[in-house]
């Protein structure tokens, strides 16, 4: 087909005026392509030779879509031209089950499957759209097969198991929450974040952007510890996107994990012994509930889990070898496989409910009830839990005390000797799991005076001679 000349017309009345856009040709039905421009004009004093720039830019819209039909080949009538025009001016548009893009000069072509929101597609694309120069392929790459060479994609990949850690390990699942929950929280602040985006501005403006979010009652929504958490997380994704060459620049690596001091909370020998002998709430025998509770706490206190480990307090991690009674179990977090010597006070609660162990129940409710139960054994002392930008923040202890807190008491306990001998570090690290002195002596909170009067357990003195 020869050049086609583009003309625009008006239709209407005589103040203003709809514009169409006008073609003649013999292959066209009735030989006149027609189309509506959408645009109203001033009837009078019209000028078809200078209609204005925008009315110009689709004049354009139809001279390159007739050289690319011509140049791909395709028939040139009503129908293809007006879908082209449209392609052009819009940039994106849907032919059955296949995308098309045009990039300025050429369509390119997008079998999308039926799974797929075109909604969310079509919304990201034209996002896409006010940038310089839009990558219309990164962004479909994003929405199909999960989109495992894009950020949030490859991030999907990582806690669906599709995609491999480094250690080449199985995620424990704690670990795969933490990933979600980060994920989450970096969707929210940027639903178009990018491997190439993360850079030190992206880093400055998302954790300010985390440090002024608010709860709906005003506290502060991240602390500088969960801002850290969530760092650290996109930290480890991003590594293991470079190792997989998804990333050509290491800039993340330079951004800080902030970390601040959170004060050991552990209960001591006279307040854990306390809580082993309470019976009685308000007055009233504990339910079976808070029995339940209180023995897994004071157990947790001697065998050393973590809560992620409470579910593996069972019968048959009990064994007995050389006439001593072990707890046998392998830790979720590091893997580790711990062997604990059960003490009398363990026994002791085995033996009243006939070698069973205590039924353990949700994390959320089981927080709730050691509350309780630290509250009527009266943990009443003021404590530092946290020290942030240099100012303590207290609590009593027994809002402060969680099931955590009875793994501390366990390190406590054998580095201090409070039920047998006292412990060196190196053997304590054995039970902890730790893998250095230095993070086992921050964990139980181990003070210069401590560790001065211990050191001294090993010198062979005369009383004369002992420092007070």
């Not at 959408?38 to 819209?61: C, E, M, N, S, T």
């Not at 897994?296 to 019968?315: E, H, T, Y």
């Not at 009266?378 to 404590?383: H, I, K, S």
């Not at 946290?386 to 609590?395: A, C, D, Q």
Request: some cysteine; charged content about 30%.
């Amino acid at each position: 087909m020869e050049n086609l000349e583009f003309k625009i017309q008006l239709k209407g009345g005589s103040d203003t005026a709809l514009a169409f856009l006008v073609a003649y040709n013999k292959a066209f039905k009735n030989h006149r392509f027609i189309s509506s421009t959408g645009i109203k004009v001033r009837a009078k004093g019209f000028d078809a030779a200078r209609p204005g720039a925008a009315l110009k830019r689709i004049l354009r819209a139809g001279e390159e879509a007739h050289e690319s039909l011509i140049k791909d080949g395709q028939p040139v009538n009503n129908d293809t031209l007006k879908k082209r025009i449209e392609l052009i001016r819009s940039r994106i548009a849907w032919a059955g089950n296949e995308l098309l893009t045009w990039d300025g000069s050429s369509v390119h072509h997008f079998p999308i499957p039926d799974t797929t929101n075109r909604l969310s597609l079509e919304k990201a694309l034209r996002v896409e759209l006010s940038k310089q120069r839009p990558d219309f392929k990164k962004i479909i790459d994003a929405h199909l097969n999960a989109g495992q060479n894009e950020l949030f994609g490859f991030w999907q990949g990582i806690i669906d198991g599709q995609i491999k850690p480094r250690h080449g390990k199985k995620l424990r699942k704690s670990t795969i929450t933490a990933k979600r929950q980060s994920m989450i929280v970096l969707k929210e602040f940027d639903p178009l974040a990018s491997f190439d985006k993360m850079d030190m501005r992206f880093y400055n403006t998302f954790t300010g952007w985390m440090a002024d979010q608010k709860n709906k009652d005003g506290s502060t929504r991240f602390d500088p510890n969960t801002v850290g958490r969530h760092i650290k997380e996109i930290k480890a994704v991003l590594r293991l996107a470079y190792a997989n060459d998804l990333m050509t620049n290491t800039r993340f690596e330079m951004w800080p994990v902030t970390k601040e001091k959170n004060e050991v909370v552990a209960l001591s020998k006279e307040e854990l012994l306390g809580i082993n002998n309470l019976t009685k709430i308000n007055g009233k025998d504990l339910s079976n509930t808070l029995n339940d509770v209180r023995d897994i706490f004071v157990m947790a206190c001697f065998l050393g889990p973590r809560i992620s480990d409470f579910k593996n307090l069972r019968k048959e991690s009990l064994f007995t070898n050389a006439g001593v009674q072990y707890f046998e179990y392998v830790q979720e977090k590091t893997g580790t496989r711990v062997k604990i010597p059960v003490h009398p006070i363990v026994q002791e609660i085995l033996n009243k409910r006939a070698g069973e162990f205590p039924k353990m129940i949700s994390e959320q409710n089981f927080r709730a009830h050691l509350k309780d139960i630290c509250k009527a054994a009266e943990l009443n002392d003021r404590v530092i839990t946290k020290i942030r930008n240099g100012k303590p923040e207290y609590k009593l202890k027994w809002q402060a005390i969680s099931p955590h807190s009875a793994r501390r008491t366990f390190a406590s306990s054998l580095f201090y000797g409070w039920f047998s001998k006292p412990m060196p570090a190196s053997f304590c690290m054995r039970y902890t799991g730790h893998k250095s002195e230095k993070s086992f002596m921050i964990y139980i909170g181990a003070s210069e005076k401590d560790l001065d009067a211990k050191a001294l357990e090993y010198f062979d003195l005369t009383p004369e001679m002992k420092i007070a």
